[in-house]
Each structure stands twice: as C-alpha cells, then as structure tokens.
C-alpha cells in the first residue's frame, strides 16, 4: 500500500529502544489497537512477556494525519490508544475483527485503504497538485538537505506557513524533520558498512564529529552502540 508498511515482531530480550524516523503507527498487541506518533527522542517500549506478538502499520512522513485524523504534532512523543481518537465503538468491532487468527494485517491494511480513500475524497485542495502532493515534495527536498528558505518558496509557502503545515503533517517544523530525516539515512548507510567519516559526507552532516553529536543527541547512544548486534 502506497505510504505505509505493514510490520510485524515478536518481543525479545534486550529491549531496543525505538529511535526517530518521522513515522507514525498503528500497532496490534495483546487484543489492542495502539498509536505510536512521531519521536523526537529514543522511545524505549514498555516490557513485555518474550514472544509477545506485534502488527503494525507504519506511515510514512506526512501521511498519518489523513488516516488518524488529527495533526500529527497532537502525537508527537506519544503512545495513545486508539479510542482516544477515534469512536469507541469503531475501535471495538475492528479490535475483534482484528483478533481473528491471523487477520490483524489484513484488518489494519484495509483501515487504512479505507480511511486513506475518505481523506483524498474530502481533503482541500492547496493547488493543482493538491495538499499530499505538497506534503510529500517538503518530505523529499528536506531529506535532500535543500536548505528551509528554498523548500518554501519550492512548494509556494511563507517559511512561517511551511512550519505550521509541517507541524500539521509531520509532527515537527522543518529543521527538525530535516534532522530526523538525515538521521534515517545515516543509519540505513551506517548499517550497509560504510565507513562513519563516509556516511557523514553522504548523509549531509558536515563532518564525522556533527554526524556522531547528531546521533547521540537524536537516538540517545553513539552510532557502534546503535548498530551492534542483539
């Protein structure tokens, strides 16, 4: 499904904390449905029985204020229950559909289809490409590293107009997006392994030393410690 990802894990010891990448979630555990807004911070998961069972749907940047409906900053840092934003009832009949053997996948998929059809149909439209094509072309020039200035005159906003709708859709105003993006793609080169000094000139910090403060002030432990094993 264009957007999100469906995931799944089953708890083991260590727990690991969870670190910032701009998504949000919507998780199935233990007959509850749970969402999980955007961090800023490492978020280390409440402990669980070993073999717990997790599904989850995880949505991109920008897009799960269109299937939660509420402005992603109202979640940032936060692990609320569902009911808490949507109706009780709707959250009970998909919590026992959901608990069918198997089928938490498919029920959280096909809410989000559903829930993401709704919202392309009654959004407002904020040009010719619409408001989630915006939303989606800052994600992309800021995890680029295109300084904010140009990301607003890019997509026809003031930068004051840009952090508010970057607060609405992300969870955060744009130099902070821009730091958790660059954060992900560190990572995802870090664990490829590539040299640190490497991954700090094609991530787009400006040396090794802002690379590791960046991770440490982010995730909350240096970049060895983020990619050992267990």
């Known amino acids: 499904m264009s957007g999100a ?13 969870v670190l910032p990448d701009g998504c949000t979630d919507l998780i199935w555990s233990g007959g509850r449905l ?10 280390l998961p ?15 940047p920008g897009q799960g204020p269109s299937f939660f409906g509420v402005p992603a900053h109202e979640l940032r840092d936060l ?7 949507w109706p009780a ?3 009970r009949e ?3 559909r959901a608990a069918e053997a198997g089928a938490a996948g498919r029920v959280l ?13 009654g959004a407002d439209r904020a040009g010719p490409s619409g408001r989630s094509a915006r939303t989606a072309l800052i994600a992309a020039e800021l995890a680029g590293g295109r300084p904010v200035a140009e990301v607003a005159r890019a997509v026809g906003l003031s930068e004051r107009q840009l952090h508010r709708h970057s607060l609405d859709a992300f969870g955060y105003g744009p130099k902070t997006l821009t730091r ?16 640190y000094a490497e991954v700090a000139a094609r991530a787009g910090y400006a040396d090794q030393a802002h690379l590791a403060r960046e991770v440490k002030s982010l995730a909350g432990a240096p970049m060895g410690l983020l990619l050992a094993p267990g």
């Not at 995931?7 to 904390?17: C, D, E, I, N, S």
């Not at 749970?34 to 978020?43: M, N």
């Open 34 to 43: 749970l969402v999980a807004g955007p961090d800023t911070g490492p978020h």
């Open 94 to 96: 998909l919590a026992e």
């Open 89 to 91: 009832a709707r959250v």
């Open 46 to 60: 409440k402990a669980a029985p070993a073999g717990t069972v997790y599904v989850g749907l995880r949505f991109a």
């Open 109 to 121: 998929e096909e809410t989000a289809v559903g829930r993401l059809r709704e919202a392309a149909r």
């Open 79 to 85: 692990r609320v229950p569902l009911e808490d934003l």
């Open 5 to 17: 990802v469906l995931w799944t894990k089953t708890a083991l010891p260590p727990r690991r904390p």
């Open 180 to 195: 958790v993006l660059r954060l992900v793609r560190a990572l995802d080169l870090a664990r490829t392994g590539m040299p």
